[in-house]
């Protein structure tokens, strides 16, 4: 097992409040004392992992391997059940690269970020431009959420305290021009990484989301292998209306992978498993907190321990 940081694992616990309490606490509940493991125990289990937002498709996973284990006779007991059910889940959430693929090519890698009004795409942004930055990476800011005129704010006031240039137009101007004007600019000064907040836009809303898919074909012009990443960014209370969002627009776009912000006592942090099943996108960060320092590369081992988690 990977070591966990105490804070983060901390953070986490509480982050998942509401998924632990339905999988962690009520899981010790159902195999603490338990004189037999059998088939009623194993539908009980489908039933909480379900009820945890945990998905059809990764349940139907995690309770086959549970049945098969049965059949041989290995649970024996709660804490076999436990760790089965344990490797089970990191069996779903590792593998994938849950880091960023930005090869260094001579010229600017574009990171999109996307999702729904309210999900934290422009906080993700200047968190994630200081982290690349720290890490010796050049980075440049595209305002390309050019409807909403607080967004664009808010993305030069990271910029300003980062030292870290925004490209921004007029409100109402064409997102894709802006990202174009940021790749273009971003060559020029020979920076590493842009990073482009977009609007939030509804999964639904198909309007909206070809101008998505205008972004990325315009940033095809500047560089043809653009985006070099594709994230959406997703409040982890939706539960399980993540699914949808993440299957919208990854039709879009095409989706590399997931930042799961607001791991807050309200957080519904299982769907993550049925995205990761269904769809094979990996989490490559998790927001904690509204500190520059809270935006996470992903753990699994310490999502999943977290989760299971009964303490308090």
């Known amino acids: 097992m990977t070591e966990k940081s105490p804070g983060l694992f901390g953070r986490l616990k509480a982050g998942l409040g509401r998924t632990r309490a339905k999988l962690g606490g009520s899981l010790a509940t159902l195999i603490v004392g338990r004189k037999a493991i059998d088939a009623e125990l194993i539908e009980e289990l489908e039933a909480l992992l379900l009820g945890a937002d945990i998905g059809i498709e990764a349940t139907g996973v995690l309770i086959g391997d549970l049945e098969s284990r049965l059949s041989r006779n290995a649970l024996r007991d709660g804490d076999a059940v436990y760790a089965a059910l344990r490797e089970g889940m990191l069996g779903i959430l590792q593998g994938g690269e849950t880091t960023l693929e930005l090869p ?76 174009f004007d940021a790749m273009s600019a971003a060559a020029a000064r020979g920076l590493d990484v842009v990073i ?28 043809p292998e653009a985006p070099a990443e594709c994230l ?26 997931v930042v799961l912000t607001k791991l807050d006592g309200t957080a519904r942090g299982g769907v993550i498993f049925a995205i990761r099943k269904k769809l094979d996108l990996p989490v490559k960060y998790i927001g904690v907190g509204e500190s520059i320092d809270d935006l996470r590369p992903f753990d699994p081992e310490a999502f999943v321990d977290a989760l299971l988690s009964g303490e308090a």
């Open 196 to 223: 482009a907040d977009t609007s939030g836009r509804l999964h639904t809303q198909g309007n909206l989301m070809a101008e998505l898919t205008k972004i990325a074909r315009v940033a095809r012009k500047a560089d």
């Open 104 to 179: 260094s090519r001579g010229k600017p890698n574009l990171i999109m970020l996307v999702g729904v009004n309210g999900a934290g795409k422009t906080t993700t942004a200047g968190k994630l431009a200081r982290q690349l930055q720290d890490q010796g990476r050049s980075v440049m800011l595209a305002a390309a959420d050019t409807f909403r005129a607080a967004a664009v704010e808010q993305l030069q006031s990271w910029g300003e305290r980062n030292r870290i240039p925004v490209i921004a137009q007029h409100s109402g101007a064409d997102p894709a021009a802006v990202v």
């Open 232 to 257: 959406l960014v997703l409040d982890a209370g939706v539960g399980q209306n993540g699914l949808a969002q993440a299957e919208q627009f990854g039709q879009a776009v095409g989706l590399t992978g």
